[in-house]
């Protein structure tokens, strides 16, 4: 299941507004490396620059129990490593795919 979707910002203070006013919450977690909010389940992340993944788009996630045996899967079927996995903090962590046409997929596994 997915329910985490970032999107890379240039000017993550006009975002936040922005998502504010969209989402009608306040940021959940508001950083300057990071703004994400919670609206009923969903995850909505907002990442300056790209954040270290230099995102262009945004990028769902998919909430994985093993984000280790979930990547050797989906590689083998013909999928691309993109970003391997790395913890981001707080148990979280995260790894990003390209299927065979390209499109940028991200697992996600909560500790």
């Known amino acids: ?23 009608g919450v306040a940021p959940q977690t508001d950083s300057l490396f990071y703004v994400g909010f919670e609206v009923d389940g969903q995850q909505i992340g907002l990442v300056p620059g790209g ?4 995102m262009t788009a945004p990028v769902a996630y998919w909430h994985v129990p093993d984000i280790e045996a979930k990547l050797a899967e989906v590689t083998a079927a013909g999928a ?8 981001v903090g707080g148990g ?8 065979p046409d390209g499109n940028v997929v991200g697992l996600l596994q909560d500790h």
Do not use: C, W
């Open 1 to 23: 299941m997915f329910n985490t979707v970032l999107h890379p910002v240039s000017d993550l203070g006009k975002a936040k507004e922005v998502y504010t006013a969209l989402l």
């Open 51 to 54: 954040g270290p993944q230099a």
């Open 92 to 99: 979280r962590l995260v790894a990003t795919i390209t299927d």
């Open 80 to 87: 691309t490593v993109k970003e391997p996995v790395r913890d």
